[in-house]
């Protein structure tokens, strides 16, 4: 098993531009979150998804998109990104259940110039 | 998800026990406590997690106070490999937050 797979692990973008991050698990998890992480900081989250089909705002959603038209995929969209979009972004995906583990991707670093 | 308070840093010396302190004061009755660990560099994986009872698996336990406002990872042997930024995180719900971490610094 890959577990959680991120694509792509970096990526530079002008200021305006767009761009679509893709999370994908074969582990038939349920539930995908998407982070993001700056210099020296904790986790945010961005936006999570109970489901096919069902997604929801976490945290820190504003200038972010997301859909999960497919199980086992998660897509991270930025529309028209920005400098204070730089940071690292992380993928998680678990199981239903309060007591079931997170399992993470190896995050993708992007900067925006 | 309840909200959780941790010590920025700390420091431990090698080989001796290390344990790290957790506040959720907010934490209600069917919150399970999880703890992570990230590495330098990597995204964070799982430690450890528990509802009530005292928890011990192949790399920590978590003691957990009786009024469960509290609780503590401990690290038995703290290595080099231990140094990397704890999470304690309060999961009540499916939204998944995660607390701002306490950075172990482990001295040889």
């Known amino acids: 098993n890959a577990g959680v797979t991120q694509t792509p692990k970096f990526r530079v973008l002008k200021t305006g531009q767009s761009m679509t991050l893709l999370c994908a698990q074969d582990?038939?998890?349920?539930?995908m979150y998407w982070y993001r992480q700056d210099p020296g900081m904790g986790l945010r989250l961005i936006h999570y998804?109970?489901?096919?089909?069902?997604?929801a705002k976490g945290e820190v959603p504003d200038g972010y998109n997301v859909s999960r038209l497919k199980k086992q995929n998660f897509l991270l969209g930025l529309e028209s990104a920005a400098p204070s979009q730089t940071s690292v972004y992380f993928c998680?995906?678990?199981?239903?259940?309060?007591?079931?583990?997170?399992?993470f991707g190896p995050g993708t670093r992007l900067t925006v110039t | 998800d309840a909200k959780t308070t941790q010590p920025n840093s700390m420091e431990s010396n090698e080989e001796e026990p290390v344990h790290l302190p957790c506040n959720h004061s907010t934490i209600s009755g069917t919150d399970y406590i999880h703890w992570y660990r990230q590495l330098p560099s990597q995204g964070p994986e799982y430690v450890i997690h528990g509802l009530t009872s005292n928890v011990n698996n192949r790399m920590a336990s978590l003691a957990i106070a009786e009024d469960r406002k509290s609780s503590t990872l401990i690290l038995h042997r703290a290595t080099l490999r231990d140094a990397a930024v704890y999470y304690c995180?309060?999961?009540?719900?499916?939204?998944?937050?995660f607390g701002t971490g306490t950075r172990l610094k482990v001295l040889a």
């Open positions: 582990m038939n998890h349920e539930y």
């Open positions: 998804s109970v489901g096919e089909g069902t997604t």
């Open positions: 998680a995906s678990r199981r239903p259940g309060l007591f079931y583990e997170q399992y």
């Open positions: 995180n309060g999961v009540g719900t499916y939204k998944y937050i």
